[in-house]
Nanobody, 115 residues
Framework: QVQLVESGGGSVQAGGSLRLSCAAS????????MAWYRQAPGKQRELVAT???????KYVDSVKGRFIISRDNAKNTAYLQMVSLKPEDTGVYYC?????????WGQGTQVTVSS
């Protein structure tokens, strides 16, 4: 089993920055893709950014140029640097990891951006 624990959420004003972390622990053999998703109140969970084990990244259009996903394979940790935050970025941010052929999710961390 693999456990994912997110941290770094909080409340900021529009234009502010936050850095989320996702630490994986447990019986880890090889984590392949990692990703960040978010879910705003009353909306479906959406994919924000993904990163392959080799570092290839993809972003949803709404965060391009503002968010950066990265990872440290030695630490089994992923990060999401968020700048120029907007109220529409508000939501619960979830970490995802593909370990071997299984999906794992963190418990989520709240990000609130006020105008």
């Amino acid at each position: 089993q693999v456990q994912l624990v997110e941290s770094g959420g909080g409340s900021v004003q529009a234009g502010g920055s936050l850095r989320l972390s996702c630490a994986a622990s447990g019986r880890i053999l090889r984590i392949n893709d990692m990703a960040w998703y978010r879910q705003a109140p009353g909306k479906q969970r959406e994919l924000v950014a993904t990163i392959s084990r080799g570092g290839t990244t993809k972003y949803v259009d709404s965060v391009k140029g503002r968010f950066i996903i990265s990872r440290d394979n030695a630490k089994n940790t992923a990060y999401l640097q968020m700048v120029s935050l907007k109220p529409e970025d508000t939501g619960v941010y979830y970490c995802y990891a593909l370990h071997l052929a299984s999906d794992y999710w963190g418990q989520g961390t709240q990000v609130t951006v006020s105008s």
